[in-house]
């Protein structure tokens, strides 16, 4: 069974601490992602990597960076927590198409997400 | 500035009736559109997609459609039941597997 497991469902922190979101997926999947999810804006994305030590922003990169050292794990990264980074996070994974050789995006996975609070 | 737009925070539908989740575009260089469905405290899951090139794509009770030249798509599902109450999110990939979702619309089934 596909998975994509993020490490924590509930985080509180404080402002200006340094916050560590991880995921790992275990699809050999080349594709990772990390979205926010709020009330009236939708899941946005925030980075995108399609290799290890690969990374592209996404539509939000303030705020935040990523790493990813391994292939199945990729990790988001609050230098400094604000409140306004209160949110629902949202890991993904995915084939990257060019290798698989097929020309359709693959099926997107979820991770069940992490919902973090700023105090 | 929104590249995939969901104009209808909400949409309530009589169970046995079609739902209509409809879906605006701005950039011409996605080539592949998406449906997502989630459920509170889950992730979203995969419904159902279409490639730039068609037209229609259908799946069961599920059919999308895709008008190119009006940046639109839209989302059928017939009949709609109790289950499909949940939030759907329309999406569109890039050619370098960048995935942009929409803001969702919240579909209520009425008994």
């Known amino acids: 069974d596909v998975k994509v497991t993020q490490s924590s469902r509930y985080l509180v922190k404080r402002t200006g601490e340094k916050v560590f979101l991880e995921c790992v997926q275990d699809m050999d999947h080349e594709n990772m992602f990390w979205y926010r999810q709020d009330p009236g804006l939708g899941l946005r994305l925030i980075y995108f990597s399609y290799d290890v030590k690969m990374k592209e922003k996404g539509d939000i990169p303030e705020g935040y960076s990523v790493s990813r050292e391994k292939k199945e794990r990729f990790s988001l990264i609050l230098e400094s927590a604000s409140t306004n980074q209160t949110s629902m996070y949202l890991c993904?994974?995915?084939?990257?198409?060019?290798?698989?050789?097929?020309?359709?995006?693959?099926?997107?996975?979820f991770g069940e997400g992490s919902r973090l609070t700023v105090l | 500035d929104q590249q995939v737009k969901q104009n209808s925070p909400s949409l309530s539908v009589q169970e046995g009736r079609i739902s209509i989740l409809n879906c605006d575009y701005t950039?011409?260089?996605?080539?592949?559109f998406l449906w997502y469905k989630k459920y509170p405290a889950e992730g979203p899951t995969f419904l159902i997609s279409i490639s730039s090139i068609k037209d229609k794509n259908e799946d069961g009770r599920f059919t999308v459609f895709l008008n190119k030249s009006a940046k639109h798509l839209s989302l059928h599902i017939v009949p709609s039941q109790p289950g499909d109450s949940a939030v759907y999110f329309c999406a569109a990939s890039l050619r370098d597997d960048k995935i942009i979702f929409g803001k969702g619309t919240r579909l209520h089934i009425l008994p």
């Open positions: 950039n011409s260089m996605f080539d592949y």
């Open positions: 993904a994974s995915n084939t990257r198409r060019a290798l698989a050789g097929v020309i359709s995006p693959g099926e997107l996975f």
